[in-house]
């Protein structure tokens, strides 16, 4: 837990099958198997990111206390982009978004969520939302959610200012303005990065890059 309010919201894909079922049972054993993954496999203290959202839209708590810090202003330093956790706020979209996006419903669910974190935390979505490549040497969050990231910052845009008063959008506005300097993107163009030997938690093989998400100047696992 940091003092400190994060500065980018990054989004990811969960690099797993695009699967049909949209049920919140199907969402639940989603959390319960990247946790038992995200713990089990890799030794961390819980799930890297600090929200899912799964095919059905349904937007669930990652890292625990997560919510509860976000009430207070704070951090929960997570571990989905390796080197900057301290001052990221992670949500994974589940699926593999290569060639297409995701559904219409996991689409609405960002939106809310990215503008609900912009809200609290006083972020201009047109600094605070990336991609996971902009700041690793990665795929994620594919080509195609990738390239989709500036009309979501619009649609976060827009959201925003049909629920904020003039006051509180001023308020917001300013908060901004005094937010950390802007942190150094690497804007690395698309790779497809095999991952070899290695199955995703799924069951099904990984054909492109969740990570990296932990380096060496992370706090945590």
């Known amino acids: 837990m940091v003092d400190h309010a994060p500065d980018r919201i990054v989004v990811h894909h969960t690099a797993t099958a695009n699967v049909a079922d949209t049920g919140i049972g199907a969402a639940f054993r989603l959390s319960q198997a990247i946790q038992r993954y995200h713990m089990g496999r890799n030794g961390w203290d819980d799930i890297g990111e600090q929200f899912t959202i799964s095919r059905g839209g349904y937007v669930m708590e990652g890292r625990n206390g997560t919510l509860a810090a976000i009430a207070r202003g704070e951090h929960v330093v997570g571990a989905h982009t390796a080197n900057h956790n301290t001052h990221t706020v992670g949500i994974e979209t589940e699926g593999t978004y290569m060639t297409e996006l995701p559904l219409h ?117």
């Open 105 to 221: 419903g996991q689409i609405v669910a960002l939106t809310r969520l990215a503008a609900w974190l912009c809200g609290i935390y006083g972020l201009d979505p047109d600094v605070a939302i990336i991609g996971h490549r902009d700041l690793n040497t990665t795929s994620c969050p594919g080509d195609s959610l990738y390239a989709y990231l500036p009309e979501l910052r619009r649609r976060v845009i827009r959201r925003m200012a049909r629920f904020q008063d003039p006051a509180q959008a001023a308020a917001l506005a300013a908060r901004a303005a005094q937010a950390a300097p802007p942190v150094p993107l690497e804007r690395r163009p698309p790779r497809r990065l095999a991952l070899p030997g290695r199955l995703d938690f799924l069951g099904s093989a990984a054909p492109f890059e969740h990570g990296p998400a932990v380096g060496g100047r992370d706090l945590t696992g």
